[in-house]
């Protein structure tokens, strides 16, 4: 059934399809009870209780405790089952493997476009290894944008101000369709994409021969990481920020990301890619404790791209990650 | 309205009623009658489902074939941005309460009029204010934005945002104003006797949609007013690249925006309780579960708006908590469902149209009502959210809940508005045409959705087609459906035959009273002997089409 799909669903593919079709399909029979009861018996009742001649109703019966406590708690318990379970189900869908390959999605009207962990990159269509955890790590540079795998039953919104995720782990070699979910102006409807799955091997393959660029021209591409590093120089980041782990003007790069810094007014966060995405673009915002309040902001100047590389480029100078 | 008012000329010879009392185009056009102001609503709401559903038929057309047929896909997305905006705020959300409400509400509690008849009327004139707007808007250069206007893409749009967003800004005012008209009448207005628990179902349900209004609806506006000053002057509130957020924007629209939705339902299940209780020709079942869950959906309704958002990159713990609170807010629709069935139990039933819609209802909302449990489930969500699903599911909620009742109503009261009765055969077959085209127009969309065909999508991959074609079909009998109502319904106005005072063998007020009532409704103030459906006390045969009593 998971393979083939159903009459309501498409074929799953992902290693979470299982369990939201279970979910699907409890309260799918739920609902085919409810609507029976309810239908059935109303059919039952204009069948038997229909006005014949001049008769009058047999009975004005109008309350029941009995029945009232009944189909006030029985639905209660139902849908506090499918609230848990549902909620569960979507915790596993929000957190992903600590392990998982992270693909960078960008997307604008109307592409999608992929950066992978060594540079190489794609549009339109991601190529991902078979059985193994795969994160998204999504922005987008104009408008809401939404990226949604039907069989993979992920989807999730992808923001212009902040990054999201998602992930999932492919169990079957194969192509799959990829829609953007949520409307984002004239080329919407074409903004529809691929995810390859293919073997480890192949993946591999595809990644050292520079990703589509490498499939179609057998070139090479830029990593974000690397990206970054070119940019920590080139943007004058070094004057006040170091790599090895000294303090100077800012604080150091080195071992920030995933780690708790406290700030001026002594609340404190772990460092992530919205934490530095601010740091950049409004650097006055949150003050880290014992520096001064000196940042010129980066807006403007740094384009979405740039500061996709700069943070990986901070990442990849941590020990921890995530 | 001068059709109207031609009618009320021919009818002269009539004894004097609200239609006949004065006549002329001014009489109309600055009357203070709560029935004439029904009227004025019933006219130009009316024309604006026409125009709505003509977009919609256009919609279906379109999407016959899969690629690009007779249209681009900038005219696609205004259509569909048309239809939502036109159907939500110029049709479904003023339809049962200004039209019905106003017509039924004050006779139903015994009083002359609504507390504020010159508001009353200032919200007509308002409504037609933000009406002629929206019109402009769409000649100006339209809107594709999709009804809901999130950002930064409707910032970023160069089709007429503004003076769309004005215009539903000013019909927030018209919401406003009838809310706290009805409030304001239920609690002042009503006759000597009649305690609130003596107070029809319709009334309950319109009185707590005018809470919603009154309090969920300036939170539109100045959503609205946000939208516009950051479009007209830069200022960044929800655009990233002028430093706003747009999640933000999502917030704030679905914070009115939900509640919204059950201004639009409550109403339509005052109207089923009406309905049922009077067509099985006995009590109802459960009449102040029936109350208090109106109540309970009116509050409710305040706190489940992230369950729009559930993909849209909100805390997962914000989203834990709305998936629970949308839970909650199924329970009260489920037990209004089980008291209307249980009020057919050993009851008396007869199939005249109204309650043709109302068994339609129960049919229709059950679906739209148990489809939300998917919805609500947050996993599921994730899988079904922006797809056709929803737009299933939605449908099933206005159109098989608050539109279904709607028409039941319309059939319900028109006896009583007009003088005059609808043919009733007419009624019967274009009830089941509505009911056939309705389901077969948006049950295949369920599938298509579950299977993954997103919203909003001008062309679409191929193996979706089946569906659609089945949807466009269904459009059409629905169509044929709506425009024989149109139809036997104006002709009934002008040359139905005459109408009796109470042609169901109804209990509440407006049966009492001639149809069409008089000026103030009443000849002298009513006295409330027995409550809204005590059909085991009082026995009112329904009185025969053209022998007036």
Known sequence: MDSTGTFWLPPGGSTISGSVDSLFYFIFWASVFFFLLVVGLTVYFIVKYRRRGDEEAQSHIAQNLKLEIIWTTV??????????????????????????????????????????????????????????????????????????????????????????????????????????????????????????????????????GGGQSGEEQGGGGQSLASLGKQLYQSRACNTCHTVDGSPSVGPTWKNAFGHTVEFQDGSSTTIDE????????????????????????????????????????????SEVKE | MSSAATVADNIQSEPDNYLNHESGIKSWLLTKDHKRIGILYLFSVMSMFLLGGIFAMLIRLELLHPGADFMTAKTYNELFTLHGAVMIFLFIIPSVPAILGNFVLPIQIGAKDVAFPRLNLASWYIYIIGSVLALLAIVLGSVDTGWTFYTPYSTQSTTAVIPMVAAIFILGFSSIFTGLN????????????????????????????????????????????????????????????????????????????????????????????????????????????????????????????????????????ATMVFSFLTFMVAIPSGIKMFNWVSTMYKGAITFETPMLYALSFLFTFAIGGLTGIF?????????????????????????????????????????KIWGRMYNENWGRMSAMLVFLGFNLTFFPQFIMGSQGMPRRYFTYPEKYQAFHVMSTVGSWILGLGLLIMAVYLIYAIKWGPKAPKNPWGALTLEWTTSSPPPPHNFEEIPKITHGPYDHDKVVIKPEKVGVPA
């Open chain 2, 375 to 415: 919805l609500g489930a947050t996993a599921v969500d994730v899988h079904l959210t922006d797809t056709y699903f929803i737009v299933a599911h939605f449908h099933y909620v206005m159109f098989g809940g608050t539109v279904m009742a709607f028409f039941g109503g319309l059939h319900y009261w028109w006896p």
């Open chain 1, 75 to 208: 639905p209660i318990i139902l849908v506090a089952i499918v609230f848990v379970w549902g909620f569960k189900t979507f915790m596993k869908m929000q957190v992903a493997p600590k392990d998982a390959i992270e693909i960078k999605v960008t997307a604008r009207q109307w592409m999608w476009m992929f950066d992978y962990p060594n540079g190489s990159n794609s549009i339109n269509e991601v190529v991902v290894p078979v059985d193994q955890p795969v994160k998204m790590l999504m922005s987008s540079e104009d408008v809401i944008h939404s990226f949604y795998v039907p069989q993979f039953r992920v989807k999730q919104d992808v923001l212009p101000n902040r990054y999201t995720v998602v992930w999932f782990q492919a169990k079957r070699e194969g192509q799959y369709d990829l829609y953007c979910a949520e409307f984002c102006g004239k080329g919407h409807s074409e903004m529809r994409g691929k995810v390859r799955v293919v073997s480890a091997e192949k993946y591999q393959q595809y990644l050292e």
């Open chain 2, 182 to 317: 009805f409030i304001a009448t239920v609690h002042k207005l009503r006759a000597p006797g009649m305690t609130w628990y003596k107070m029809p179902l319709f009334v309950w349900g319109i009185y707590a949609t005018a809470i919603i209004q009154v309090l969920a609806t300036p939170i539109l506006g100045i959503t609205l007013v946000l939208l516009i000053l950051e479009r007209a002057f830069g200022i960044g509130i929800f655009d990233p690249a002028m430093g706003g957020d747009p999640v933000l924007f999502q917030h704030f629209f679905w914070f009115y925006s939900h509640p919204a939705v059950y201004i639009m339902i409550l109403p339509g299940m005052g109207i089923m309780s009406e309905l049922i209780s009077t067509f099985s020709h006995r009590k109802i079942f459960g009449y102040k579960a029936i109350a208090y869950s109106s109540v309970a959906i009116a509050f409710l309704s305040f706190l489940v708006w992230g369950h729009h958002m559930f993909v849209s990159g909100q805390a997962a713990y």
């Open chain 1, 274 to 317: 919205n934490y530095i995405r601010q740091s950049i673009l409004e650097p006055k915002a949150k003050i880290v404790k014992g520096f001064q309040p000196v940042m010129p902001t980066f807006q403007g100047i740094l384009n979405d791209r740039q500061i996709d590389g700069l943070v990986a480029y901070i990442k990849s100078l």
